[in-house]
C-alpha cells in the first residue's frame, strides 16, 4: 500500500496560486491519486483525482509527473475560505481497499 | 437521499457503557467505510464493507469495536466497553464500487466519553 508525504501545514494569501506537493514513492501501477478537503466539524471532500499528467476541474488542477512518484494540488487565487486540511491519498484500485489518509497538509489562507 | 447520513450527531457517554453508531450510505453504493478523527489528527481507517462483507478488518483497535452491514445500506458501529481514549470523531464513507472510486463522507459522530 502506497504511503503519503505531505507538508504538515502552508500559510498563503487571499488571491495566491498554492501547490501541495504529496510523495508517494512506492506508488503502483494501478493506484489513483485522489485529493480531499476537510473543513472543521465536517468530512473530507472531495476535490480532484487523477492517474497521470494533468487534470483541471473547476476547484483545483492536479499535476503528474511521468515517474508518478509525486502529485502536486494547485489551488488558483485562494480565498479565505480555502482554509482547510488537504489530503493526499493513493489507491490501488484493485477493488476494496484499505485507505491511509495521513495527517494531511494544513492551508491557512490570510487575508 | 442526497448525501451519507450519521447518527447520533452528538453522543455523550460514561466510560465502560457500549455505544452504536449508525451510517446510512448513499443509495446504490456497495463500498462503505469507516474512519476515527481524533481531535487535530488525520483520518484512522477503521474498517470497509464491500457489500454486507468486511475483507479487511484490520484497522479496527480492538476486539471492543465491531461493525456490521445489512442489505448492502445501513452499517453500525458498535463499541463496548467505552474507554476515554475512545472519544473521536467517527466518520462514515461510502463509494459507488471501491476500486478507487471517490469516497463521500457523512458528517461524523462526535464521540466523548467521559
Known amino acids: 500500500l502506497a504511503k503519503t508525504t505531505q507538508p504538515i501545514s502552508m500559510d498563503s494569501y487571499e488571491g495566491q496560486e498554492v501547490n501541495i506537493t504529496c510523495s508517494h514513492n512506492?506508488?503502483?501501477?494501478?493506484?489513483?491519486i485522489t485529493w480531499y478537503q476537510q473543513f472543521p466539524s465536517q468530512g473530507p471532500r472531495f476535490i480532484i483525482q487523477?492517474?497521470?499528467t494533468k487534470v483541471t476541474n473547476e476547484v483545483a488542477s492536479l499535476f503528474i509527473p511521468a515517474d508518478r512518484k509525486s502529485s502536486t494540488l494547485s489551488l488558483p487565487r485562494v480565498s479565505l475560505s480555502d482554509t482547510a486540511v488537504y489530503y493526499c491519498?493513493?489507491?490501488?484500485?484493485?477493488?476494496?481497499?484499505?485507505?491511509?489518509f495521513g495527517a494531511g497538509t494544513r492551508l491557512f489562507v490570510k487575508a | 437521499g442526497a448525501g451519507v447520513s450519521q447518527s447520533p450527531s452528538n453522543k455523550v457517554t460514561e466510560k465502560g457503557k457500549d455505544v452504536e453508531l449508525r451510517c446510512d450510505p448513499i443509495?446504490?453504493?456497495?463500498?462503505l467505510y469507516w474512519y476515527r478523527q481524533r481531535l487535530g489528527q488525520g483520518l484512522e481507517f477503521l474498517i470497509y464493507?464491500?457489500?454486507?462483507?468486511?475483507p479487511d478488518k484490520s484497522g479496527l483497535p480492538s476486539d471492543r469495536f465491531s461493525a456490521e452491514r445489512t442489505g448492502e445500506s445501513v452499517s453500525t458501529l458498535t463499541i463496548q466497553r467505552t474507554q476515554q481514549e475512545d472519544s473521536a470523531v467517527y466518520l462514515c464513507?461510502?463509494?459507488?464500487w471501491g476500486s478507487g472510486e471517490t469516497q463521500y463522507f457523512g458528517p461524523g459522530t462526535r464521540l466523548l466519553v467521559l
Open positions: 464513507a461510502s463509494s459507488l
Open positions: 464493507f464491500q457489500g454486507n462483507s468486511a
Open positions: 443509495s446504490g453504493h456497495t463500498a
Open positions: 512506492n506508488i503502483a501501477t494501478n493506484d489513483y
Open positions: 491519498l493513493v489507491g490501488d484500485g484493485s477493488g476494496g481497499f484499505k485507505t491511509i
Open positions: 487523477g492517474y497521470k
